[in-house]
Nanobody, 126 residues
Framework: VQLQASGGGAVQPGGSLRLSCAAS????????WGWFRQAPGKEREFLAG????????TVADSVKGRFTVSKDNAKNTVNLQMNSLTTEDSAVYYC????????????????????WGQGTLVTVSS
């Protein structure tokens, strides 16, 4: 599985960005998608995730109300819509795929995801 994240860039505080994660390869075994970010000197942080077709979604409390996750089935991409951005949102954003099916697992743990994209940089600055 190969993942390509795109849509990052520079935006002013209060602005919006829409990130996309395109998957290719053996995507039929996708169990869940996840979006994370990592700022310099900080740990990788879970933002949002969804089931293989985004029938189930979850968003971290830290960004709830501002970030939403959705899937474009025609393009096999998962999107992260980010609104009301602040300078604290500046980071490299990563998408990931989990293949191993589990009844109980932690969306927030990066260790749960087997495949990662290369990351896309988001800079929020005035």
């Amino acid at each position: 599985v190969q993942l390509q994240a795109s849509g990052g860039g520079a935006v002013q505080p209060g602005g919006s960005l829409r990130l996309s994660c395109a998957a290719s390869g053996r995507t039929f075994s996708t169990y869940a998608w996840g979006w994370f970010r990592q700022a310099p000197g900080k740990e990788r942080e879970f933002l949002a995730g969804c089931g293989w077709n985004c029938n189930i979604t979850t968003v971290a409390d830290s960004v709830k109300g501002r970030f939403t996750v959705s899937k474009d089935n025609a393009k096999n991409t998962v999107n992260l819509q980010m609104n009301s951005l602040t300078t604290e949102d500046s980071a490299v954003y990563y998408c990931a795929i989990k293949e191993q099916m589990k009844i109980i697992w932690d969306w927030r743990s990066a260790l749960e995801y087997e495949h990662w994209g290369q990351g896309t940089l988001v800079t929020v600055s005035s």
